[in-house]
């Protein structure tokens, strides 16, 4: 049984959905208590999937203490209140639910842009006062206005295409869109300068990164139209907060509607929060009923589907494939494991790895198997649990080198996968594998030597010079040592053979020891794969 802690106040469709597989003890803690780390560090250890939204916070402390974490499962799309790099460290997918809250956060977008142009909270909260304010409360028309998008991914696509239906000029700036892309969409592109000139509305649709942080400051302010609107539905920290309330304030911003804030909740004597031109709302972009039940539903299945099965869909942390070219892939993820696995038994010192694929290998997603190897490479030369979604980090950590080829070049094989490895001390540097009949895997070269191997429980690898008696001889050593041979593969290249002996069971090093010491033979090294 995996248990999962779902966070967040999240639809109840998630704990259907987990609870339906038999597999899943679900709890739901929706205590508050919880956001802080130092109380979700005490709770998580016994926990295998972790669900949450955008209020509690999984940060490198709380990760320390997930002993048994695999999964943390975000519904919705931004996953800044994880530490991402600190779960791949440790080999935690972090997936989350792109476009299940996309429409809805557009809708509110909008909601905020005509709340702001005709001051509707203000008028309400006016009329509960007992009032009847007309000409203080005159807004301004949306048609034929310039509508500024800054980040024109899933959201901001959405807001344009409704904008443009209420008759807005919508100009847009993503660094990360072509031309093409934004023509598509009837939008301009335009650089972020331009978009601060030109723009009546602006509105914030990037995610919370490095370059995105405080985007919207003083200095950008300045370059805004005089009496420009503001609408930040990304991320609270996107936009420096004093400088709006300084520029709303002076009137070079005639009003802005904020539903993120730097901190959340923020602190209730922000000055802004206080003022009368500045609309808020509290985190709700993605809070309707249908767009919950969307992220719920996405992200109790993937994480479900990863715990059982192994499939990874949407993870920002691993490359996300699905269930059909999982299928494709895991016999040569199988196959890489071990093939790293040999490798990093057999060499010591790794600097650089080229891992080529060819054949049909290269019509599919390679990256989980270029993971696999990683993998298999590492785990020995390292105590730390590693698995798919660490090894590269871990690789990375290391100084290691990774390098991923797709050849086109005509091999004997359907599909090859190429190992090599620079700059070791000794031993052969490379390795090539394939899968004969879509499930057997094969070692079908190990250095300059083909062969035909199957990489499989413990193998002793002997390398010698090949004369007559050397396999006598080493048959007999086993056999004294009362070791049983499964299969003994041979394969030579000039004077020099490579022999890849499958064994019962493992043999002790002075057995090793001995193959040594036997005339002819270079080397003698045991691997379990
Ligand atoms: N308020 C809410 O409840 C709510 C709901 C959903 C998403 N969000 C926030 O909205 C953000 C956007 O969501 P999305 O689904 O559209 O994400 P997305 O990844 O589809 O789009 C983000 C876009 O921003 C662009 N971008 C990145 N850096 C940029 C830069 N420096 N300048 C201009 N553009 C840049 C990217 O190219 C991309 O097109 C999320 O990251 C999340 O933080 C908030
Ligand atoms: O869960 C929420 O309510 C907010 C989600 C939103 O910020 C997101 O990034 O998807």
């Known amino acids: 049984m995996y248990k999962i802690m779902i966070r967040d106040n999240m639809s109840p469709i998630a704990t259907e959905i987990l609870e339906a597989t ?192 405080n985007m919207i400051n003083a200095s950008a302010i300045s370059k805004m139209k005089q009496g420009v609107r503001l609408i930040n539905c990304s991320r609270g920290e996107i936009v420096d907060i004093d400088a709006l309330y300084q520029a709303v304030s002076d009137g070079h911003v005639a009003g802005a509607a904020l539903d993120v804030f730097p901190q959340e909740p923020p602190d209730a004597s922000l000055p802004i929060l206080k003022h009368p031109h500045v609309i808020f709302t509290p985190h709700l972009g993605a809070s309707t009923g249908e767009a919950q039940i969307k992220v719920a539903d996405m992200i109790a299945n993937q994480m479900a589907e990863y715990l059982l099965s192994g499939v990874i869909t949407h993870a920002v942390n691993f490359p996300s494939v699905s269930v059909e070219i999982m299928e494709q892939l895991r016999p040569h993820i199988d196959l890489a494991e071990k093939m790293g696995s040999l490798m990093g038994q057999l060499v010591r010192k790794v600097h650089d790895i080229t891992i080529t694929y060819s054949g049909d290998l290269t019509a599919l997603d390679t990256r989980p198997v270029t993971h696999a190897v990683l993998k298999g490479l590492l ?110 593969q041979l394969g030579r290249l000039g004077d020099r053979a490579l022999c890849m002996v499958n064994v019962d069971t493992r043999a002790d090093d002075q057995v090793i020891e001995e193959i040594k010491a036997l005339p002819n033979i270079i080397s003698a090294d045991q691997v379990n794969l």
């Open 22 to 213: 038999g597999k899943m003890e679900v709890i739901t803690d929706n205590d508050k208590a919880g956001n802080d780390p130092k109380v979700l560090s005490e709770l998580i250890g016994e926990y295998h999937g972790l669900a949450v939204r955008s209020g509690t916070k999984v940060t490198r402390e709380v990760l320390e203490k997930a002993r048994n974490l695999k999964v943390i499962g975000r519904a919705g799309i931004g996953v800044d209140n994880i530490d991402v790099q600190a779960a791949t460290r440790q080999g935690i997918v972090v997936m989350n639910a792109p476009g299940g809250n996309t429409v809805t956060t557009a809708e509110h977008t909008i909601s905020l842009m005509l709340a702001l142009a005709r001051n509707i909270p203000q008028a309400t909260a006016s009329l509960r006062e007992g009032k009847w304010e007309k000409k203080q409360l005159t807004g301004v028309e949306i048609t034929g206005k310039t509508l500024g998008i800054i980040g024109l991914g899933h959201i901001g696509r959405v807001v344009a295409e409704r904008t443009r239906g209420l008759k807005m000029n919508v100009i847009a700036a993503d660094p990360f869109v072509s031309k093409d892309a934004a023509k598509a969409l009837e939008v301009e592109l335009v650089s972020l300068d331009d978009l601060f000139a030109r723009a009546d509305f602006i509105t914030l649709h990037v995610p919370r990164l490095k370059e995105t942080i």
């Open 379 to 488: 785990s020995s030369f390292t105590d730390k649990p590693l698995n798919y979604v660490s090894a590269p980090a871990l690789a990375e950590e290391k100084g290691i080198h990774v390098r991923e080829v797709l050849s086109s070049s005509k091999d004997d094989f359907s599909g090859l996968i190429k190992v090599k490895l620079e700059a070791h001390e000794e031993g052969p540097d490379e390795i090539w594998g394939t899968i004969f009949e879509k499930k057997y895997p094969r070692i079908v070269r190990l250095g300059k030597i083909y062969m035909d191997a199957i990489p499989e429980g413990p193998m002793i690898i002997i390398q010698n010079i090949d004369k007559p008696g050397v396999i006598g001889n080493v048959g007999v050593t086993l056999g004294s040592n009362n070791i049983n041979i499964g299969r003994f």
